[in-house]
């Protein structure tokens, strides 16, 4: 989660140190940076699996982890917390069944910020021989050497063996004892040419915890050889310490260092690392925090680590193979050598447009909301909160919101119609506040400020009187041909209701990006970046504004962003992005449907709304240095006036990433809390109604 500048260290030293070549990652479902471009780095050296959750769960194992966490650990725990867990429990589990099926041996399950090593204290007063830390594979040929012989039960009742010998050779699940490295001394400057040991958390950081202060340490992690454990034995994982029930021993979880020829140095980084993970379902990391963790009494000083870059340095060299997967014919693959596999080893990857080192005005940015809040109090706003403002927390966005003051919604399409409460639109401003305090940032820049959060609204009364003119315009002009030259005649789904309705959209959108304008030049405030999204529309994925596709921050904020679906040619429901291509998104609607008609770019469609955007908003926001991308991982569906949702929108026209196979009804139970009914709202799209004493029924409405 959010440890690149980590990872890229971990994968070489455990590649030299253990000879790792198999890795199962997966990612953390609230991580704002994406460990693809590090991963992609030892191709030809590794066989690298990236796991998604659909790739080892389904719903219902899921939910029954779930479950299997709250029993194990009780009930109080917070809710993200049981997520957190039963996902990481899921993932040994199939990740240890699929590393058996396919053959392999020693497994290591430990995090990114741990690094085994051998012993050599213990190996030496034991008269054993080891490679030296230096030479590739001493953890793996040590392990292979020393730890296959199983010591047999003869059924008689003694007391164990406890020697270190006895202990590696007892199970396939070496049980390691760990030491916490932080403060105290620490290794800076060059090292071998231009590598600096402050980049590196084996060198950099040689003071821990005393090996018997197991508050600091915490309980052992574990090795398991899965070529030695049956499969029966293999089964769903309820603590990670002990992974393999049948093979390890609970009494085990405080190895001592006299008794292991293994240790795990766990390194808690330096401040910056160590608040970059924002969103650890574990703890809420603060500076406090950090000087807590990196307290350290009667540290003890340990350079056993050092020897291992030099040893990759030498040995990992480039090197060319020949690759015979792409295709039949043999094709030359460029194997990155050390330097390379080392790029910007602890460096801290950027997760966002901002410079974080600017004034608090500079740098801004803003969420805007825009349209008729159709069933807002329990569908929409449940899902804003989750998926819009805690992921966007962080940047401590204001907020804009331009909403129609209309009580009634007649039946149309896909639309039964019914009561609206546009006052529910308000309750935005306090439940932002509040998750603007809980999920913001604590130390540093803009800790702890309140986002402005600023309305205004039409009545439909106001709206004729400031685009009646223009309705009449829309309507009723002629081209040369005798057609009509505004309206989409092109299109059979188009009817009158339907241009007005996207004259309104667009109305209601350039009076949202205009309150921020007007608020921001009040207060002295520079956006530069801004999200444009729809206040009838359940948010069922995060969406943060400062990433692209993958998980990769827009660094140089040049990139706006669509949603993947309902692409007619193109989505138009969303987008965020810089400051100046959403500005043309979202004021020159109206200017820019002149030249198209003038131009007659496209007869017969040119207020159609998403060619319009494709053809000519597109284009403009283009000509001006900026880059449309497609977020696979956004979904959002809209919703009606009778609290239903049209759940497989983001399946229509495109697909969300991964979403063919869930199960909508049970993501919209779990956002808004309560049970809804699924039902067919007509050919091919599924209603989910989650209104109180409503009855939803299949239908063409």
Same mark, same amino acid.
């Given at each position: 989660?959010?440890?690149?500048?980590?990872?890229?260290?971990?994968?070489?030293?455990?590649?030299?140190?253990?000879?790792?070549?198999?890795?199962?990652?997966?990612?953390?479902?609230?991580?704002?940076?994406?460990?693809?471009?590090?991963?992609?780095?030892?191709?030809?050296?590794?066989?690298?699996?990236?796991?998604?959750?659909?790739?080892?769960?389904?719903?219902?194992?899921?939910?029954?982890?779930?479950?299997?966490?709250?029993?194990?650990?009780?009930?109080?725990?917070?809710?993200?917390?049981?997520?957190?867990?039963?996902? =990481?429990?899921?993932?040994?589990?199939?990740?240890?069944?699929?590393?058996?099926?396919?053959?392999?041996?020693?497994?290591?399950?430990?995090?990114?910020?741990?690094?085994?090593?051998?012993?050599?204290?213990? @190996?030496?007063?034991?008269?054993?021989?080891?490679?030296?830390?230096? *030479?590739?594979?001493?953890?793996?040929?040590?392990?292979? !050497?020393?730890?296959?012989?199983?010591?047999?039960?003869?059924?008689?009742?003694?007391?164990?063996?406890?020697?270190?010998?006895?202990?590696? =050779?007892?199970?396939?699940?070496?049980?390691?004892?760990?030491?916490?490295?932080?403060?105290?001394?620490?290794?800076?400057?060059?090292?071998? *040419?231009?590598?600096?040991?402050?980049?590196?958390?084996?060198?950099?950081?040689?003071?821990?915890?005393?090996?018997?202060?197991?508050?600091?340490?915490?309980?052992?992690?574990?090795?398991?050889?899965?070529?030695?454990?049956?499969?029966?034995?293999?089964?769903?994982?309820?603590?990670?310490?002990?992974?393999?029930?049948?093979?390890?021993?609970?009494?085990?979880?405080?190895?001592?260092?006299?008794?292991?020829?293994?240790?795990?140095?766990?390194?808690?980084?330096?401040?910056?690392?160590?608040?970059?993970?924002?969103?650890?379902?574990?703890?809420?990391?603060?500076?406090?925090?950090?000087?807590?963790?990196?307290?350290?009494?009667?540290? =003890?000083?340990?350079?056993?680590?050092?020897?291992?870059?030099?040893?990759?340095?030498?040995?990992?060299?480039?090197?060319?193979?020949?690759?015979?997967?792409?295709?039949?014919?043999?094709?030359?693959?460029?194997?990155?050598?050390?330097?390379?596999?080392?790029? /910007?080893?602890?460096?801290?990857?950027?997760?966002?447009?901002?410079?974080?080192?600017?004034?608090?005005?500079?740098?801004?940015?803003?969420?805007?909301?825009?349209?008729?809040?159709?069933?807002?109090?329990?569908?929409?706003?449940?899902?804003?909160? !989750?998926?819009?403002?805690?992921?966007?927390?962080?940047?401590?966005?204001?907020?804009?919101?331009?909403?129609?003051?209309?009580?009634?919604?007649?039946?149309?399409?896909?639309?039964?119609?019914?009561?609206?409460?546009?006052?529910?639109?308000?309750?935005?401003?306090?439940?932002?506040?509040?998750?603007?305090?809980?999920?913001?940032?604590?130390?540093?820049?803009?800790?702890?400020?309140?986002?402005?959060? !600023?309305?205004?609204?039409?009545?439909?009364?106001?709206?004729?009187?400031?685009?009646?003119?223009?309705?009449?315009?829309?309507?009723?002009?002629?081209?040369?041909?005798?057609?009509?030259?505004?309206?989409?005649?092109?299109?059979?789904?188009?009817?009158?209701?339907?241009?007005?309705?996207?004259?309104?959209?667009?109305?209601?959108?350039?009076?949202?990006?205009?309150?921020?304008?007007?608020?921001?030049? =009040?207060?002295?405030? !520079?956006?530069?970046?801004?999200?444009?999204?729809?206040?009838?529309?359940?948010?069922?994925?995060?969406?943060?504004?400062?990433?692209?596709?993958?998980?990769?921050?827009?660094?140089?904020?040049?990139?706006?962003?669509?949603?993947?679906?309902?692409?007619?040619?193109? /989505?138009?429901?969303?987008?965020?992005?810089?400051?100046?291509?959403?500005?043309?998104?979202?004021?020159?609607?109206?200017?820019?449907?002149?030249?198209?008609?003038?131009?007659?770019?496209?007869?017969?469609?040119?207020?159609?709304?998403?060619?319009?955007?494709?053809?000519?908003?597109?284009?403009?926001?283009?000509?001006?240095?900026?880059?449309?991308?497609?977020?696979?991982?956004?979904?959002?569906?809209?919703?009606?006036?009778?609290?239903?949702?049209?759940?497989?929108?983001?399946?229509?026209?495109?697909?969300?990433?991964?979403?063919?196979?869930?199960?909508?009804?049970?993501?919209?139970?779990? @956002?808004?809390?309560?049970?809804?009914?699924?039902?067919?709202?007509?050919?091919?799209?599924?209603?989910?109604?989650?209104?109180?004493?409503?009855?939803?029924?299949?239908?063409?409405?």
């Amino acid at each position: 989660m959010d440890d690149n500048h980590y990872l890229i260290e971990w994968i070489a030293y455990h590649y030299h140190a253990v000879n790792l070549r198999n890795l199962i990652i997966v990612n953390d479902e609230h991580s704002m940076t994406s460990p693809y471009s590090v991963l992609e780095r030892w191709n030809g050296r590794m066989d690298i699996l990236q796991w998604k959750d659909e790739h080892y769960m389904d719903a219902a194992e899921f939910k029954a982890a779930q479950q299997e966490v709250i029993n194990y650990f009780g009930n109080d725990m917070p809710p993200s917390l049981v997520l957190h867990r039963a996902r =990481q429990r899921l993932f040994y589990y199939k990740c240890l069944q699929n590393l058996k099926a396919r053959g392999k041996s020693w497994v290591l399950l430990t995090d990114s910020d741990e690094y085994v090593r051998l012993n050599y204290d213990l @190996i030496g007063k034991s008269n054993l021989q080891a490679l030296p830390m230096q *030479e590739p594979g001493s953890v793996s040929s040590f392990l292979n !050497q020393h730890a296959l012989v199983q010591s047999k039960d003869d059924g008689v009742n003694k007391k164990e063996d406890s020697s270190p010998i006895q202990m590696l =050779q007892s199970s396939p699940c070496v049980q390691v004892p760990r030491l916490r490295f932080a403060g105290g001394e620490e290794s800076t400057g060059l090292i071998h *040419e231009n590598y600096n040991a402050s980049d590196f958390l084996t060198l950099r950081w040689t003071s821990h915890a005393p090996p018997t202060d197991y508050k600091r340490n915490k309980i052992s992690k574990a090795i398991v050889d899965v070529s030695r454990i049956p499969p029966q034995d293999l089964l769903p994982v309820d603590s990670i310490h002990v992974p393999v029930r049948a093979v390890c021993q609970q009494r085990r979880l405080h190895v001592r260092m006299s008794q292991s020829f293994l240790v795990i140095h766990h390194y808690l980084g330096d401040l910056s690392q160590y608040l970059y993970r924002e969103n650890d379902a574990r703890t809420l990391r603060s500076a406090d925090k950090y000087a807590e963790s990196k307290s350290l009494v009667n540290p =003890q000083v340990s350079k056993a680590m050092q020897p291992w870059l030099n040893g990759f340095l030498t040995t990992t060299t480039t090197t060319t193979t020949v690759d015979q997967s792409s295709s039949n014919h043999a094709s030359p693959l460029n194997i990155m050598g050390a330097k390379d596999l080392l790029a /910007n080893v602890g460096k801290l990857q950027p997760k966002s447009w901002q410079t974080y080192n600017g004034p608090e005005n500079q740098d801004r940015c803003a969420l805007c909301f825009f349209g008729l809040p159709r069933a807002y109090k329990t569908l929409v706003l449940p899902s804003i909160v !989750q998926n819009l403002l805690i992921p966007n927390a962080r940047h401590n966005c204001d907020i804009y919101v331009h909403y129609y003051k209309q009580y009634e919604e007649e039946a149309g399409r896909r639309n039964r119609g019914g009561k609206i409460n546009p006052d529910d639109i308000f309750l935005l401003e306090e439940v932002a506040k509040e998750t603007a305090a809980k999920y913001g940032n604590k130390d540093g820049r803009n800790a702890g400020r309140v986002p402005n959060i !600023q309305f205004t609204y039409d009545t439909d009364e106001m709206f004729l009187e400031k685009r009646k003119e223009l309705l009449e315009k829309y309507h009723n002009t002629m081209g040369p041909d005798g057609k009509p030259a505004y309206f989409p005649w092109g299109t059979k789904t188009y009817t009158s209701t339907s241009l007005d309705n996207m004259v309104r959209q667009w109305h209601s959108i350039e009076f949202a990006f205009k309150l921020m304008d007007f608020a921001g030049k =009040q207060n002295g405030v !520079q956006y530069s970046r801004v999200g444009m999204f729809r206040n009838d529309a359940m948010f069922l994925t995060p969406i943060d504004i400062a990433l692209m596709d993958k998980g990769v921050a827009d660094t140089k904020n040049m990139v706006f962003s669509v949603a993947p679906f309902a692409r007619y040619p193109i /989505n138009d429901r969303m987008v965020y992005g810089p400051y100046n291509a959403i500005k043309i998104w979202s004021t020159k609607r109206f200017e820019l449907i002149e030249k198209r008609v003038q131009l007659a770019q496209d007869p017969g469609f040119e207020m159609h709304s998403e060619r319009f955007l494709n053809g000519t908003i597109f284009p403009a926001m283009e000509a001006v240095g900026y880059k449309m991308e497609m977020n696979r991982d956004v979904c959002f569906v809209r919703t009606r006036a009778d609290e239903a949702a049209l759940a497989n929108d983001c399946t229509v026209g495109g697909m969300t990433r991964g979403f063919g196979s869930v199960n909508k009804k049970e993501l919209v139970e779990s @956002i808004v809390g309560k049970n809804c009914t699924s039902y067919k709202m007509g050919f091919k799209w599924l209603g989910v109604g989650c209104g109180d004493g409503i009855k939803y029924f299949d239908g063409k409405q």
